[in-house]
T-cell receptor, first 122, second 116 residues
Framework: GAVVSQHPSRVICKSGTSVKIECRSLDFQATTMFWYRQFPKQSLMLMATSNEGSKATYEQGVEKDKFLINHASLTLSTLTVTSAHPEDSSFYIC??????????????????FGQGTRLTVV | AQSVTQLGSHVSVSEGALVLLRCNYSSSVPPYLFWYVQYPNQGLQLLLKYTSAATLVKGINGFEAEFKKSETSFHLTKPSAHMSDAAEYFCAVSVGISGGYNKLIFGAGTRLAVHP
């Protein structure tokens, strides 16, 4: 299957600083990527849909200015947690769907996930 | 609105026993359903998916799931549990969003424990 690489896998930062997380599709082009947040022992919460060359679409309740998303190319999306606080500590996961199997938007296409980033704000 | 509900946040089975993880969906249109597995501190891996072709879907690692429209269910099963099956399992439904794309909505997850 397709590979999605997420970096870094772990990061510890001081409160008030910003952290950037990268998500790359290694062997396919991803016009759309998704960013999730996962609290301990809980499900994945979709934060935003990242669209190449345009603004991200944020889910209700997610602060756009807090979680900056940039999808500058067909293989790279970044999530920047700005002015991080301890409550931002979480597991962040990105995913991308490989549209090569058919027309864009086919709902049955598999989503490939990155390895996740464990963010700890101290 | 489309959603999935996973019954049972924790399931514990003996090695070699049947695994049954429950998932019910809510959808006004034919759903596309997925089962993913997550090991600690890792991303998600697809086990199988239902795309309206066949109601009984076979996946990796010996898992399978049956789509039952009358019961709005998509339960995940494995005849014989292995220690390596211990993980978190998520049921998901594909939901259409603007621009013709689709996003995944996940259930709360079920943690499977396998004991000797």
């Amino acid at each position: 299957g397709a590979v999605v690489s997420q970096h870094p896998s772990r990061v510890i930062c001081k409160s008030g600083t910003s952290v950037k997380i990268e998500c790359r599709s290694l062997d396919f082009q991803a016009t759309t990527m998704f960013w999730y947040r996962q609290f301990p022992k809980q499900s994945l919460m979709l934060m935003a849909t990242s669209n190449e060359g345009s603004k991200a679409t944020y889910e209700q309740g997610v602060e756009k200015d807090k979680f900056l998303i940039n999808h500058a190319s067909l293989t790279l999306s970044t999530l920047t947690v700005t002015s991080a606080h301890p409550e931002d500590s979480s597991f962040y996961i990105c995913s991308a769907r490989d549209w090569r199997a058919g027309r864009p938007g086919r709902p049955n296409t598999e989503a490939f996930f990155g390895q996740g980033t464990r963010l700890t704000v101290v | 609105a489309q959603s999935v509900t996973q019954l049972g946040s924790h399931v514990s089975v003996s090695e070699g026993a049947l695994v049954l993880l429950r998932c019910n969906y809510s959808s006004s249109v034919p759903p596309y359903l997925f089962w993913y597995v997550q090991y600690p501190n890792q991303g998600l891996q697809l086990l199988l998916k239902y795309t309206s072709a066949a109601t009984l879907v076979k996946g990796i690692n010996g898992f399978e799931a049956e789509f039952k429209k009358s019961e709005t269910s998509f339960h995940l099963t494995k005849p014989s549990a292995h220690m390596s099956d211990a993980a978190e399992y998520f049921c998901a439904v594909s939901v259409g969003i603007s621009g013709g794309y689709n996003k995944l909505i996940f259930g709360a997850g079920t943690r499977l424990a396998v004991h000797p």
